[in-house]
């Protein structure tokens, strides 16, 4: 099946003022077309594996489907209300298309990291990435982005496993793995269309046991106090996931840790760039997600002259406290979280305190509390003591940009729920429900008719599904 379609045909009907669907399209198969096209929840091909080990990555083509049909849009001087300056008001709802371009373009970024990583236990390279760092970008069908890596950058564990524990298969003790890679725009032409030289930072999500069980250490611990603004400051101090903040800051005997990693190589590249207009954009999807988000709070604490840092978060989950929220606000590190609703990823781990100094209804570019999820006003004081003494109470940060994929999916005899569980985390559809988003006023038919607008208009571009 061929189709073609492009991103911006609804950009300016803020109102989604359209036309109703032809009489022989009904609402169902509207919805049909919808599922198929922008949100493959794919109930018959997925299961839980693909969440535990997202190895289809491997072995798909090129990586530039979500953009095909749309033209690279020249930012100039709006690269920063792109980058999240003005906190992205009036670009998310409905989503401005140079915005989605630029979210689906970096997804992209994360989507190679996953692709080069060696998901195979039996590979002696388990763990690894799987191409050299000249070839990386290439083999993930991003060659034509006008980036180069510059570092590759790996995750350690700090977990003691029991001695029991020797006897098990080696991949399953593996506690320094390849998270992600750092990669500079090099490209003129591209530097002149984006009007800046970018610098990117993208992570993978949990791909290994270790990773696995860091995740699990949900409760809250205090971040070393690096910064003298910190040091004496009365009130909260910030905290994060225990298990993030190990996985960030944990060194192998042959290798340092990846916040060191990072540190070194922002300081290489703010020395040989820093004279000229620059951004710092740090994405990921999951404990990717969580680690761009520490990442980049670390970076601003320590490089008093860091350009503008952006976190483009891709179904990420919880990472700290209030106390952690302020301090990156503080420091005007800028947040977009992009969140599948039928997600449960994003919905943990802990709880959040309801802040009544949001008053923001909308639902989509919501502000950083304003999501009902696990908020526990209504329980009891004594359980929220309870929660509030076991470290668990956690802040929503940045910027939300909610969607959904929907349940009409549970309406299928195929329906299965844990398979779903995990397609609604993956990352390809968090991209294809960005490539398919309008707006939280738009009904499904305005998303159904663009795609069958774009199809019947733009056949000399096709699109295969």
């Known amino acids: 099946m061929k189709l073609s379609f492009k991103t911006n ?31 493959p929840l794919r109930t018959t091909e997925t299961s839980w594996e693909g969440l535990l080990n997202p190895a289809k990555y491997k072995n798909q083509p090129g990586l530039t489907r979500h953009l095909t049909g749309s033209q690279p849009v020249r930012l100039g001087k709006k690269w920063m209300e792109y980058q999240g300056i003005k906190n992205w008001d009036g670009l998310l709802d409905p989503l401005d298309d140079n915005l989605r371009g630029e979210i689906l373009r970096y997804g992209e970024f994360v989507e190679a990291a996953y692709k080069s990583f060696d998901f195979d236990p039996a590979s002696p390279s388990y763990a690894t990435c799987r191409y050299p760092k000249g070839a990386l970008l290439g083999q993930c069908g991003l060659e034509g982005r006008g980036y180069r890596i510059t570092r590759n ?55 290994t046991c270790m990773e696995w069980l860091e995740n699990l250490r949900a409760t809250l611990t205090h971040i070393p106090d690096e910064d003298a603004e910190l040091v004496g400051c009365v009130g909260p101090s910030p905290m994060v996931e225990t298990g993030f903040l190990s996985l960030y800051t944990s060194r192998a005997s042959t290798s340092p840790s990846l916040q060191e990693m990072v540190r070194a190589e922002i300081s290489r590249l703010l020395q040989s760039y820093g004279d000229e207009p620059l951004s710092l954009t740090i994405t990921g999807h999951s404990l990717g997600a ?5 990442t980049a709070y670390d970076i601003k604490t320590n490089f008093k002259c860091a350009p503008l840092v952006t976190v483009m978060s ?16 503080k ?3 800028k947040v977009l979280r992009i969140v599948n609703a039928d997600d449960v990823v994003t919905k943990m781990p802990g709880f959040v305190l309801d802040d009544q100094t949001d008053n923001n209804n909308s639902p989509t570019g919501r502000n950083c509390s304003d999501r009902p999820d696990n908020h526990f006003s209504g329980l009891s004081k004594w359980v929220q003591n309870r929660i509030m003494d076991a470290q668990l109470v956690y802040a929503e940060v940045g910027k939300e940009l909610r969607l959904s994929s929907g349940s009409s999916h549970m309406e299928s005899p195929s329906f299965n729920p844990v398979m779903n569980m995990a397609a609604c985390h993956e990352l390809s559809t968090y991209l294809d429900l960005v490539n398919g988003f309008v707006g939280s006023s738009c009904p499904i038919q305005a998303t159904a008719k663009r795609v069958l607008s774009n199809a019947r208009h733009h056949q000399h571009k096709p699109y295969r599904i």
């Open 9 to 39: 045909s609804l950009h300016h009907h803020p109102h989604c003022t359209l036309q109703p669907l032809p009489k022989n399209i009904t609402c169902v198969q509207a919805e049909r077309v919808k599922l198929k096209t922008t949100t």
């Open 153 to 207: 950058l790996r995750a350690t564990s700090s977990i003691r496993l029991p001695r029991w524990t020797d006897k098990a298969p080696n991949w399953m003790a593996t506690k320094s793995s390849w998270i992600g890679y750092v990669a500079v725009c090099q490209d003129k032409e591209e530097i002149a269309r984006l009007g800046r030289r970018d610098l990117v930072i993208a992570y993978r999500g949990t791909a």
């Open 290 to 294: 969580a680690l761009a988000t520490l």
């Open 314 to 329: 891709f179904g990420g989950p919880r990472v700290g406290n209030r106390a952690f929220r302020a301090q990156l606000e």
């Open 331 to 333: 420091q005007g590190t």
